[in-house]
Nanobody, 123 residues
Framework: QVQLVESGGGLVQAGDSLRLSCAASGRALSNIYAAWFRQSTGKEREFVAGINFSGFTFYADSVKDRFTISKDNGENTVALQMNNLKPEDTAVYYC?????????????????WGQGTQVTVSS
């Protein structure tokens, strides 16, 4: 099992930036796939970005060129740098790791989740 704790959410204006961080314990992130998901009110949890053990990154089309996922293997953390934020980015953001399912873009493929951090973007 991997224990995950997110931080860094908040209230910002459209066009601003935020950096989310996820601290892991129990497993080394250097050896496993990690991802960020988000869930807004009334919607299903959706994939935002992922990074594999080799450092290859994957993004949802809606955040490509604005968000960057990265890992710090020494600190055992995974970060999500979010630039040019839009009101539609408002959601609770969750860190997930070590999927058991084959589709890493599906929330149902994970059972290791953080508690989530709220990001609110005002227009």
């Amino acid at each position: 099992q991997v224990q995950l704790v997110e931080s860094g959410g908040g209230l910002v204006q459209a066009g601003d930036s935020l950096r989310l961080s996820c601290a892991a314990s129990g497993r080394a992130l250097s050896n496993i796939y990690a991802a960020w998901f988000r869930q807004s009110t009334g919607k299903e949890r959706e994939f935002v970005a992922g990074i594999n053990f080799s450092g290859f990154t994957f993004y949802a089309d809606s955040v490509k060129d604005r968000f960057t996922i990265s890992k710090d293997n020494g600190e055992n953390t995974v970060a999500l740098q979010m630039n040019n934020l839009k009101p539609e980015d408002t959601a609770v953001y969750y860190c997930a790791a070590d999927p058991f399912g084959s589709d890493r873009r599906m929330a149902s493929s994970y059972d290791n989740w953080g508690q989530g951090t709220q990001v609110t973007v005002s227009s």
